[in-house]
């Protein structure tokens, strides 16, 4: 092993005792952000069964399609045109693909956090997707509530 190897080997394991003491310092904060973004994901999967029920709600008339053709063909259920499937299949890889980043980026900065600034950018991030979540939630939420109140 080279000198340049040994160097980077040994900053390595610095940057893992340095990142182990830090998250043993801060370990509640930096559950209570874990709390956070679970509930960010949770909030954002109610809004989204929120809305699916409100549109089905305001429409009862309303024929759903599967856009999937296999899974229409083994359930019995009527397939959709491609021109109705692939907005709505693009829309969910769009979703998938953003939550995939969100998750990327909070689990990197989670587990290469060494200092306070990784510290501050880990909550800014945390609070700013739980608030856009969470006001998405509960804007649903209380249309519902106001709509089954006052139909």
């Known amino acids: 092993m080279n000198h340049l190897q040994h160097l980077k080997n040994e900053v390595?394991?610095?940057?893992?005792?340095?990142?182990?003491?830090?998250?043993?310092?801060?370990?509640?904060?930096?559950?209570?952000?874990?709390?956070?973004?679970?509930?960010?994901?949770?909030?954002?999967?109610g809004a989204l069964s929120i809305t699916n029920a409100l549109v089905v709600k305001a429409e009862p008339d309303l024929k759903l399609y599967e856009a999937n053709p296999v899974g229409a063909e083994m359930h019995n259920y009527e397939a959709a045109e491609p021109s109705q499937a692939i907005p709505a299949i693009i829309g969910l890889f769009k979703h998938i693909f953003l939550w995939s980043i969100l998750g990327f980026l909070y689990i990197y900065q989670r587990t290469t956090i060494y200092g306070e600034a990784g510290l501050y950018f880990l909550l800014f991030l945390t609070l700013y997707i739980l608030s856009v979540t969470s006001c998405d939630f509960f804007n649903n939420l209380g249309f519902l509530i106001g709509k089954v109140a006052y139909g």
């Open 12 to 45: 390595r394991a610095e940057k893992k005792r340095l990142h182990r003491s830090f998250t043993k310092r801060h370990s509640l904060f930096l559950k209570i952000l874990d709390v956070c973004m679970v509930l960010a994901f949770l909030f954002n999967m």
